[in-house]
């Protein structure tokens, strides 16, 4: 959808002769949305036999992305306010933190995504696995801006979080959810879930369904899809959900590869080095 819409600006701009720096700020932006959409990550795993799927915050990073955003732009306090409500819904929290970013600048948002401390050994895992066959994917609830960073961080295959919609580079302060978090035959218990972007992959690649994905979260939200995949991880958990005993708890990444190794009972290159 996002290229199709851009090829009407393109072909619009081309009728009147000119294309304006607007113009081609829109088609990046609509190009940068559509990275993130299912379909064009189903295209990336098309043929794929094996997949390890990371939570971004607290698994791959050891912060909240929007902790550490709020704190570069002076925003803590309005922040840890709006994480306190009790008596608004998850869908109502997420927007106004989005709204509380409004005008922050794109740059701002990839300056911290990329000062993010991510976990030890977790870049040499994901090339390990990689080695190994394995898709590597960055299933996210923050902002696309961000997870797309950090993916390229890990050297992981693709990310799958919300978009954010920004204006010359100027954030709108309004939260697009990834259609990839609702499936009309999706999790029982809730209508945004994590666990249903594994659906539209099991959907196109039905391989996978038999023992071959493998999940790592830290948190409440990601509880359904752990469940779904069939080898669970936890590191640092942060809900009692995550100390069920279908989810193996690793205190740090090399622990990860070393479990999945005896799993398989496949002799394995234990060497974590960065290709």
């Known amino acids: ?9 393109l072909e619009r701009a081309k009728s009147v002769g000119r294309l304006s720096v607007d113009q081609i700020m829109s088609i990046f932006e609509l190009e940068r949305q559509n990275q993130t959409d299912i379909d064009r990550v189903l295209t990336k795993l098309e043929g794929c036999t094996k997949l390890v799927l990371l939570d971004m915050d607290g698994t791959i990073t050891t912060e ?5 955003l709020a704190k570069a732009t002076g925003k803590t306090e309005q922040l840890m306010a709006l994480l306190d409500s009790e008596n608004v819904d998850a869908a ?9 970013f409004r005008f922050v600048h794109k740059s701002q948002f990839k300056q911290v995504a990329r000062a993010i401390p991510i976990r030890d050994d977790v870049i040499a895992v994901v090339n ?15 902002y696309f801006v961000a997870a797309e ?32 978090f609702y499936h009309v035959d999706g999790c029982a218990e ?11 992959i099991f ?21 359904c899809l752990l469940k779904l995949a069939q080898r669970a991880f936890t590191i640092e958990p942060k809900h009692p ?19 999945m190794s005896q799993e398989t009972a496949v002799p394995e290159d234990m060497e974590l080095q960065v290709v």
Not at 64 to 68: A, G, Q
Not at 128 to 142: M, P, Q, T, W
Not at 154 to 180: M, Y
Request: proline letters at 1%.
């Open 241 to 259: 959900a995550l100390s069920d005993a279908s989810i193996t708890q690793i205190s740090h990444f090399g622990q990860l590869l070393i479990l």
């Open 203 to 223: 959907e196109q690649e039905p391989v996978l369904q038999q023992a071959n994905v493998v999940a790592v979260g830290d948190n409440l939200n990601d509880v």
């Open 92 to 100: 109502t929290r997420s927007q106004d933190i989005a709204a509380l």
């Open 1 to 9: 959808m996002a290229q199709e819409i851009s090829r009407v600006i």
């Open 149 to 180: 960073i950090v993916r390229r961080r890990i050297f992981a295959d693709f990310a799958l979080a919300h978009t954010l919609s920004f204006d010359a580079g100027v954030c709108q302060g309004s939260l697009l959810v990834n259609r990839a």
């Open 128 to 142: 390990a696995l990689r080695r190994r066959g394995y898709k590597v994917g960055v299933v996210s609830d923050s």
């Open 64 to 68: 909240r992305f929007v902790s550490e």
């Open 190 to 200: 809730h209508e945004c879930c994590k666990s249903n972007v594994l659906r539209y």
